[in-house]
């Protein structure tokens, strides 16, 4: 055998050009820093990165003391240098690694080896061993919804100035490569990367202000034009060759869902006006890109009428044509296609609500698909159908799956503001209904009696509150922008905090006053999608939607609605309550009794998984978590939140963003074809996860909720204080003002335990349920669990994602932290826990899933880690240091002032980890 081409071999070869794609930009970057700053300044970061690896490897104490003299005898200015340096390094690092998983996937497709899981090719594989043929796959795709949803939130830490030059950096590594080159050409290419590295380092980290919702708006609208344009015709193409689709085209079984500019939960800058303007920038954006692939198939098809038998249809587009030129006379395509781009031209322009030009606008996609397929329908005529497999067939299939509107634009509101505003306009309508005071029995009665009539209950002559008067317009501003870009522009409105069946009426209410819920049709335009969060909520799921379907009112509403119902499940605020393995459970629970009522109920149930990027907020792989869904929650309905800086992770790359969405379609498709994969293979394993659950609940809310001063501790062992004042997002870190748990909001919560390195939310709880299973149940106990995890996705797939969050925690650095803590007695009453829990947990997990160290069984990511740690601890050493300065210069101010430089660093810091953990919110 040719050593050299054995697939160890290969992995070797392809790990060495990883080290050295990290060699290379960290020596760049060195010799920026050498050259820009000095080399004392080189020298100190090289030191420092030393003694922290010193330290990392065996809790060195002599080396934390020599650290800590040398951050100690920094200026504020040289201490935010070792920040920057130390943040570029750890980001250059992922960049690397993001490379290489592009290398090694492209080596795999080239060498021609069997399809990986989660690829397309490998899902319809599995579809096919299972008894799905082509028939049975074209049924599943024209039936199917599939959506990753964007939102914003306060974990997409970096500027897009610097994701620009990022996303430059790894065009070039591609390039070397992938391209033969000369010397001159290698040359050029490393002094890009030169200039590129000089340009990120004299680049400011930080945003000067905070960012508003259309900025959010314009950063998601920058992943369309980086991949989403590009890549989603391409895999609907892929899908319809693999399934043999002839005749009709697939519709839009996969769309990319948003609600940047819809979302008011919390955020009180989003607003009618800007819901009204992030829908107009979406169009925009979508008809801006028709236009532009318009311009080039005319600049592509050059077919002379005298060389090809064009159909009738094509002739009279042509004549049509505004463009007069005599040299494009006998070219009829290229005639036809000014007409098309003219009625864009008009389209757009009567969306922006101008005057209609002399060419005719487009009323609808479909008028602007028919001419396209007249486009088509003449190449295929003369035989120059492979013509209309390339740009002409992605843009049909564009605009079949982005319409006017981009994507489907979703609104959420907490159902505390909307029943405020209901309880307002029954006083106003009905004086003494005293709503807020009645039961929930007379809460539906009331709710269900205004819903049976069409009768307003807005009077436009009254009056109301600043807050009443702000929700109301939203609901107006959404059924203007249905009479102008049609019903697709808002399919679904979301209640936060969903607690009873009155929650969802109470927003059937508000419909119905803006012309959207319609009793006497009956008519309902939007999808009613209730969110239920806490553990409670969660618990009470099944028994809410038991209680809506009996409502034959709400019925015959959502008949109208193809007989689906959307449910939302909430992954961060019940992790933030109960605590990561009682959040798994109930989550999983939830859905098993739902799957009943909707089945029981002829409904067809679409899950709206709220995850978040960390495990601490149901992050983790995809792939996985889908076939994780118990038998009959996936039923190829599915939508799942993107947040924070996993969207630019995913989909800042457009190879890297088509193989995440082909995660999503492969799963999806699997979990179908494959109900049954997350079944428990016995009643004793629900029993024992129920046990551990409840005790896990226990643990987790003694520390958190009653532990006296649990809540002082964490906001001083923590950057909670400094995330708030961060320009990273639009949205408040609480929901309202104070220290509380209830209060923060699960994003921050997560976040501030990640940059601490205690990753608290994704684990704790766990070692302390084992305990008291083995206590009571012996070996027995333990040899259980073991099966669980070697037979149950369910069980595997929540101890492999705390493999991923205990591998990233580190407790040598996180008691650094806990020495912020001012009050020595209430440090030690609960760091000593935390660290002992962490040590429980990693010894059980390992037992149970038969490790010898944490991440054996993900190799890859225990080498991301590996290579990313020299930059990534550092980093939280010099935080430390920061935090503890800030806070001695608050003290000693009287005033609690900060240098305006050392806020900036603690800020820079904060960046830094947050990019280089990747999913830390």
Request: proline residues 4%.
């Amino acid at each position: 055998m040719d050593i050299a081409h054995t697939p160890k071999h290969r992995t070797e070869m392809m790990d060495e050009a990883l080290r050295e794609d990290i060699r290379l930009l960290g020596r760049i970057l060195g010799e920026t820093i050498r050259s820009i700053e000095g080399v004392a300044v080189y020298e100190r970061i090289e030191t420092i990165r030393q003694l922290a690896v010193r330290f990392h490897r065996n809790q060195d104490q002599a080396a934390q003391a020599e650290l800590e003299d040398i951050l100690a005898g920094l200026s504020d200015g040289e201490i935010n240098k070792v920040t920057r340096a130390f943040g570029y390094f750890s980001i250059l690092a992922n960049i690397a690694e993001d490379h290489h998983h592009t290398r090694r996937w492209r080596a795999h497709q080239v060498a021609g080896s069997p399809p990986r899981e989660g690829s397309l090719a490998a899902g319809l594989a599995l579809a096919r061993a299972v008894g799905f043929d082509n028939e049975a796959l074209q049924a599943f795709f024209r039936s199917a919804y599939i959506a990753p949803v964007l939102t914003a939130h306060p974990t997409e830490v970096q500027r897009r100035s610097i994701l620009n030059s990022l996303d430059e950096i790894k065009r070039l590594l591609n390039r070397r490569d992938r391209a033969e080159e000369t010397a001159d050409e290698r040359g050029e290419m490393d002094q890009g990367l030169r200039m590129l590295v000089l340009t990120l380092w004299q680049t400011r980290t930080l945003r000067t202000s905070k960012l508003s919702v259309l900025d959010e708006v314009e950063n998601a609208l920058s992943y369309f034009s980086a991949t989403f344009f590009a890549e989603v015709p391409k895999l609907y193409a892929a899908v319809a060759r693999a399934i043999g689709v002839s005749g009709a085209p697939l519709p839009a079984f996969l769309e990319i869902g948003t609600w940047i500019g819809g979302d008011r939960d919390g955020n009180p800058f989003v607003d009618a006006t800007v819901l009204t303007e992030t829908l107009a920038r979406q169009a925009q954006r979508a008809i801006g890109f028709y236009i532009g692939q318009v311009g080039q198939l005319r600049s592509e098809l050059s077919i002379a009428a005298l060389l090809a038998d064009v159909t009738p249809e094509l002739l009279l587009l042509a004549a049509a044509s505004p463009d007069r030129s005599d040299h494009r006379a006998d070219e009829p395509y290229r005639l036809a296609l000014a007409t098309i781009e003219a009625r864009l031209v008009a389209t757009q322009a009567v969306l922006k609500g101008g005057a209609a030009a002399a060419m005719a606008p487009y009323a609808a996609p479909e008028a602007f698909i028919a001419d396209l397929t007249v486009i088509e329908s003449s190449l295929l005529n003369h035989g120059a159908g492979l013509l209309a497999q390339g740009r002409l067939g992605n843009l049909l299939r564009a605009v079949r799956v982005f319409g006017w509107t981009l994507a489907p634009l979703d609104l959420r509101q907490n159902a505390a503001v909307h029943e405020q505003t209901v309880a307002e306009l029954l006083e106003r309508a009905h004086p003494g209904t005293g709503y807020l005071q009645q039961t929930e029995a007379g809460r539906c009665a009331i709710l269900l009696h205004e819903l049976a009539t069409s009768r307003p209950l807005v009077s436009r002559h009254m009056t109301y509150s600043a807050e009443t008067t702000k929700e109301l317009a939203i609901f107006d501003a959404a059924r203007a922008a249905h009479l102008r870009y049609g019903q697709r522009a808002i399919r679904t409105m979301i209640i936060s905090k969903t607690d009873d069946v009155s929650d969802l009426l109470e927003l059937a209410i508000l419909l119905k006053e803006a012309g959207l819920l319609r009793p006497d049709e009956p008519a309902l335009d939007v999808n009613i999608v209730p969110l239920f969060e806490t553990i409670d909520d969660l618990r009470a799921a099944a028994r809410i939607m038991e209680a809506l379907f009996s409502q034959p009112l709400y019925r015959a509403l959502l008949a109208r609605r193809d007989e689906t119902q959307e449910v939302m499940l909430g992954y961060s605020d019940s992790n933030k309550d109960g605590g990561f393995l009682t959040s798994g459970w109930e989550l999983y629970r939830a859905e098993v009794g739902l799957v009943e009522v909707f089945a029981r109920h002829g409904v067809r149930l679409r899950l709206f998984h709220g995850r978040g990027g960390s495990v601490g907020r149901g992050g983790g792989p995809s792939y996985q978590a889908i076939l994780a869904q118990p038998k009959g929650a996936v039923q190829g309905q599915i939508r799942l939140t993107e947040q924070g800086e996993v969207i630019a992770a995913k989909y800042g790359n457009a190879e890297v963003g088509r193989r995440n969405l082909e995660v999503m379609v492969a799963a999806s498709l699997v979990a179908t074809a494959e109900p049954g994969l997350a079944e428990p293979l016995s009643p004793r394993f629900v029993n024992a996860i129920s046990e551990l659950s409840d005790a896990a609940y226990a643990a987790y809310r003694d520390l958190v909720y009653e532990t006296p001063g649990f809540e002082d501790y964490f906001w001083q062992s923590t950057v909670i204080a400094e995330i708030a004042s961060l320009n990273l997002g639009s949205r408040p870190a609480s929901r309202a003002k104070g220290r509380s748990i209830e209060d923060l909001r699960a994003i921050p919560w997560v976040f501030s335990w990640a940059q601490c390195r205690v990753m608290l939310p994704g684990w704790y709880g766990f070692g302390s349920a084992v305990d008291a299973m083995v206590a009571k149940h012996g070996e027995r106990g333990m040899w259980l669990l073991q099966s669980m995890f070697q037979d149950w996705p369910v069980f595997s797939t929540l101890l492999l994602n705390m493999d991923m969050v205990l591998a990233k925690a580190d407790m040598g650095i996180a008691v650094r932290y806990a020495a912020l803590v001012e009050d020595d007695a209430l440090r030690e009453r609960i760091f000593p826990r935390i660290k002992a829990e962490y040590e429980r947990t990693c010894a059980h997990l390992l037992t149970i899933t038969g490790q010898r160290a944490l991440l054996d069984r993900n190799p890859l990511l225990r080498r991301s880690i590996t290579n990313r740690f020299p930059y990534l601890d550092p980093l939280n050493h010099v935080q430390v240091a920061m935090l503890q300065r800030c806070r001695d210069q608050a003290a000693s101010d009287g005033q609690g002032e900060v240098s305006e430089r050392l806020r900036r660093g603690v800020h820079i810091s904060i960046n830094s980890i947050a990019a280089a953990l990747r999913n830390s919110g």
